[in-house]
Every structure is written in structure tokens, then in C-alpha cells.
């Protein structure tokens, strides 16, 4: 026979650690009477967020790994002769697997515009030009930043453009920008 355990007496509460992280409040308005509630503002928190996001270039790791050697790769189909800038596993014409190809660092400016707004990453630089540029040999074009020409007044169409990399690749597509090549 199985023996009984004796009651045991009611545990303490256990206290719970009160630490300095997070958003710390002092004399929040708290009306004395309850029926003001629905009258109160709205109390309104400042809180930084951060987070490690983890992803795979996949497919595209070829075109980054060129940008991080100094090359621009781009893809092409044998069939249909059709080259890409902004590479495709497979061909958009006849759905057949594509190759990585070198495409030129020179080209021209195809069309063209002015940010005066952009993302944190470019805040700094507002305003800035991003180009559209087209390859001899390529059938797509390339979007781009264009560095160099402070005013849109100095840019024009067809105005002839070279790729330049940053010394220490990001591994993004902001690893290649381009500059008035004349």
C-alpha cells in the first residue's frame, strides 16, 4: 500500500525581479474618477525594435558574389539569344535555364530620376539619382544610383555612364553604382 504524502503547506508567493530594460514610466495621469477614462489621451511609447533577419540570395548569389569581385553578371538564354541585366533563372520566352554571363560595366542612360525621399539606408544622401542603364548586348536595362552629378540638369539621356563598386561589398545591390563615364 501506497503511502500518502502529508500536506504540505502552501507555498510563498514567489517575487518577481523588477529590471531597468524596457520602457520605464513614471507618474502616468491617472484620473480620480474612473467615468474620466474615456476622456483620457492615449499614453504613447517610443520603443526601438530589432531583430536579426536571416535570408539566402539563393539563385542570385552568383550575381552578388560578382558584384563583391568587381563584375556585373547577368543571364542569357542560348535559345532565344535573350540577355538579361537583372539575371532570371529561366528564360521569360521559352522557360529554358539560363546562364551567367559577364555583361559591360559601360553603358547609357536610358532614362532617369530625381529621389528627394528614400529609404534609411539612402537618407543620408537625399537627393540622389537612380538610373535606369542599358548594355550593347543586353536586352533589359539595370537600375542604379548615379553618383557624380550633383543637379538633374547635369544628366541626360544617353549620356554615357560606367559601373564603379564599393572597395568592401555589403553583399546588396547598392555594392554597384554608376558615374558619368565622359
Known amino acids: 500500500m501506497a503511502k500518502k504524502n502529508p500536506a504540505k503547506a502552501p507555498a510563498a508567493p514567489k517575487k518577481v525581479e523588477e529590471l531597468m530594460t524596457g520602457t520605464t514610466v513614471f507618474n502616468v495621469p491617472m484620473p480620480a474618477d474612473l467615468k474620466a477614462l474615456k476622456g483620457m489621451s492615449p499614453i504613447v511609447i517610443k520603443q526601438p525594435y530589432q531583430i536579426d533577419y536571416i535570408h539566402s540570395y539563393g539563385q542570385d ?26 539575371p532570371r533563372l529561366a528564360c521569360t520566352h521559352c522557360g529554358r535555364e539560363t546562364e551567367w554571363v559577364e555583361i559591360p560595366q559601360s553603358g547609357r542612360v536610358h532614362t532617369f530620376t530625381t529621389c528627394y525621399f528614400g529609404g534609411e539606408e539612402f537618407l543620408k544622401e537625399t537627393p540622389f539619382h537612380l538610373v535606369l542603364v542599358e548594355f550593347d ?14 543637379e538633374p540638369e547635369e544628366i541626360r539621356i544617353g549620356m554615357k555612364v560606367k559601373a564603379k563598386f564599393r572597395r568592401n561589398s555589403q553583399l546588396k545591390p547598392s555594392d554597384v553604382y554608376f558615374v558619368p563615364a565622359e
Open 61 to 86: 548569389s552568383p550575381f552578388f558574389a560578382g558584384l563583391s569581385n568587381g563584375k556585373l553578371l547577368g543571364t542569357k538564354c542560348r535559345k532565344c539569344d535573350y540577355t538579361w541585366a537583372n
Open 137 to 150: 548586348g543586353v536586352d533589359t536595362l539595370f537600375l542604379s544610383r548615379l553618383i557624380g552629378p550633383v
